[in-house]
């Protein structure tokens, strides 16, 4: 989970149609108003696509490689029935996976029982992870934890380390260029093929910790860890190769990264 900026209000989405269509769910004309259109997209756009929760990704009608991806729901923070006039409030709505909105969230009431809402609240002061699993650094993160059953190996994280320990996975590509960098440090002469091979290789592997990627903050706090990433980064800055993108790209990392 990471922290979300709050969605850009639609112009279409005035303060009166906002009450409009308060009004018109609780008189029972529209019983689905979160799904006008461009609420939903300024919703789907607050979490990058992605669930609020979990961080997995969802489908974008903008990319046809995520067609096979779950549709997001639109989860409300306050249960909308008990809360009804919160319904299309934008700071009450959340992109959510099928999973964490209706198998675990369900009906789930936030203020009796508060969850992080990751636009209001910054996750990384709630949330940690230890020896690949979520844990609480604070009741409401203990409670986030639970709820969405972060902390949970076999339903959460196996998956999540699936996609560093695998071949050619997160860890496999970071030793890759380990061993890249080590050879270059020492080659002579330098080679422009070999610091293209290196900064493309950094940027894909950095991108993939970034807050639009899934399960950013796992990955980020992961990487930011791994001795072989800081020797990387020593090795770049000796050779007058850590630029200013990849200094940009950190900043973006370490935002995601629970640490």
């Not at 900026?5 to 008189?27: D, G, M, V």
């Not at 919160?86 to 508060?114: F, Q, W, Y």
């Not at 399960?215 to 800081?230: E, F």
């Not at 993108?245 to 990264?257: G, H, N």
């Given at each position: 989970m990471i922290k979300l900026e709050r969605c850009q209000r639609?112009?279409?989405?005035?303060?009166?149609?906002?009450?409009?269509?308060?009004?018109?769910?609780?008189?029972?004309?529209?019983?689905?108003?979160w799904q006008t259109a461009y609420i939903k997209k300024a919703v789907r756009k607050q979490s990058h696509y992605k669930c609020a929760y979990c961080e997995c990704l969802g489908k974008n009608p903008s990319n046809k490689d995520t067609s096979k991806l779950?549709?997001?729901?639109?989860?409300?923070?306050?249960?909308?029935?008990v809360y009804p006039y919160k319904v299309v409030?934008?700071?009450?709505?959340?992109?959510?996976?099928?999973?964490c909105n209706s198998e675990r969230k369900k009906e789930l009431d936030a203020l009796d029982e508060p969850i992080i809402h990751p636009v209001i609240h910054n996750p990384k002061e709630h949330l940690g992870i230890k020896n690949h699993l979520f844990y609480g650094k604070t009741a409401?993160?203990?409670?986030?934890?639970?709820?969405?059953?972060?902390?949970?190996f076999r339903e959460h994280?196996?998956?999540?380390?699936?996609?560093?320990?695998?071949?050619?996975?997160?860890?496999?590509?970071?030793?890759?260029?380990?061993?890249?960098?080590?050879?270059?440090?020492?080659?002579?002469p330098k080679t422009q093929e070999t610091r293209n091979t290196i900064t493309d290789s950094l940027r894909q592997i950095m991108q993939q910790a970034t807050p639009t990627a899934k399960y950013s903050a796992y990955m980020a706090t992961h990487l930011l860890q791994y001795p072989?990433?800081?020797?990387?980064?020593?090795?770049?800055?000796?050779?007058?190769?850590?630029?200013?993108?990849?200094?940009?790209?950190?900043?973006?990392?370490?935002?995601?990264?629970?640490?």
């Amino acid at each position: 989970m990471i922290k979300l900026e709050r969605c850009q209000r639609p112009k279409s989405f005035t303060t009166a149609k906002e009450n409009e269509l308060t009004t018109e769910y609780i008189t029972g004309k529209n019983l689905t108003p979160w799904q006008t259109a461009y609420i939903k997209k300024a919703v789907r756009k607050q979490s990058h696509y992605k669930c609020a929760y979990c961080e997995c990704l969802g489908k974008n009608p903008s990319n046809k490689d995520t067609s096979k991806l779950p549709d997001l729901h639109t989860d409300h923070y306050f249960l909308k029935k008990v809360y009804p006039y919160k319904v299309v409030n934008l700071d009450n709505l959340l992109s959510a996976c099928p999973t964490c909105n209706s198998e675990r969230k369900k009906e789930l009431d936030a203020l009796d029982e508060p969850i992080i809402h990751p636009v209001i609240h910054n996750p990384k002061e709630h949330l940690g992870i230890k020896n690949h699993l979520f844990y609480g650094k604070t009741a409401l993160g203990e409670k986030t934890a639970t709820i969405f059953k972060l902390k949970n190996f076999r339903e959460h994280c196996l998956k999540l380390m699936e996609l560093l320990f695998d071949d050619n996975a997160y860890y496999s590509q970071l030793d890759k260029l380990h061993v890249i960098c080590q050879n270059y440090s020492q080659e002579t002469p330098k080679t422009q093929e070999t610091r293209n091979t290196i900064t493309d290789s950094l940027r894909q592997i950095m991108q993939q910790a970034t807050p639009t990627a899934k399960y950013s903050a796992y990955m980020a706090t992961h990487l930011l860890q791994y001795p072989a990433y800081q020797d990387i980064k020593t090795i770049l800055n000796q050779e007058q190769l850590w630029t200013n993108e990849f200094i940009e790209l950190e900043k973006q990392v370490s935002f995601c990264a629970l640490i």
